[in-house]
């Protein structure tokens, strides 16, 4: 798993108000389906950092609960698909020229980025 990823896991896991904190890490993914990715939607391809961590995760599900005021609310819900639903998402390369030589932004339907 990423070093940003246990960050924010053990952020939350150690955070006072924080509860019910739920990690669902899925197997990683194969080589070969990055690489049918890239094929399919070529000549784009995933960024190398997004490759990386899918051979970790395939994909990863946290969501947590705080408690304010002797109440539990659902506070927070983080995702990051994996390889098999990045079917449908258009590829763009709208990096800032800062950002230059990392890979293209992928933008989901609905306008979210990936």
């Given amino acids: 798993m990423d070093k940003y990823t246990v960050a924010v896991v053990d952020f939350l896991r150690n955070h006072p108000g924080v509860s ?20 399919a ?23 947590w609960d705080v408690c304010f005021a ?3 609310h659902v ?7 994996g390889v098999a639903s990045l079917g449908n998402e258009l590829v ?3 990096s800032p020229a800062d950002d230059a030589g990392d890979g293209p932004v992928i933008v989901l339907p609905g306008g979210g980025r990936g």
């Fill in 92 to 94: 763009l390369d709208a």
């Fill in 20 to 39: 019910d904190l739920r990690f669902d890490r899925r197997d990683p993914a194969t080589a070969s389906a990055l690489h049918a990715w890239d094929t």
């Fill in 75 to 81: 506070l927070g819900n983080m995702a990051l698909n």
């Fill in 70 to 72: 002797g109440e539990t």
């Fill in 41 to 63: 939607h070529a000549p784009h391809k995933l960024p190398e950092d997004l490759k990386a961590f899918l051979l970790l995760s395939d994909g990863f599900s946290l969501r």
